[in-house]
């Protein structure tokens, strides 16, 4: 292991926790909110319980990629992680988030369809970042 093994530790571990909790909001928390039968109640409630988390989860990507990238410039699965890190950001800032604002309003499924492809591509990002993280401490 680097001098930088503590960051790369701690990233990889930011890193699995949002990869833990991005797949369970893709294969668990989207597909039963999509069946709610009263949209509503069910959306409302899904952002007051998910958006303290949220914001949990990505200040911990945040705080331990710079860590990570301070402390090591040259390992590059921390660049990959934290572009990963970064993407699941700024999609959920630019789309998903919108789009739940848009849907309090109630249920349209142009919206629920958008909502779903955001949420790959954050699971897209979660993976990324996981990996690259992976590869410092392996390195």
Request: proline share 4%; net charge positive.
């Amino acid at each position: 292991m680097t001098d930088a093994a503590p960051a790369s530790a701690a990233l990889l571990a930011a890193a699995c926790l949002h990869l833990g909790f991005q797949l369970t909001v893709t294969m668990v928390v989207y597909p039963a909110l999509v069946r709610a039968p009263d949209w509503a109640t069910a959306h409302a409630l899904h952002t007051r319980r998910i958006t303290p988390l949220v914001a949990l989860l990505y200040g911990a990507l945040v705080t331990t990629g710079a860590w990570g990238l301070v402390d090591d410039l040259s390992c590059t699965g921390t660049w990959v992680g934290v572009g990963g890190a970064a993407a699941s950001i700024l999609v959920t800032a630019l789309v998903a988030g919108p789009t739940h604002g848009r849907l309090s309003a109630g249920k349209d499924d142009r919206l629920v369809r958008r909502l779903l492809v955001a949420d790959r591509v954050r699971t897209a990002g979660a993976v990324v970042c996981a990996a690259g993280a992976l590869s410092c401490l392996l390195r």
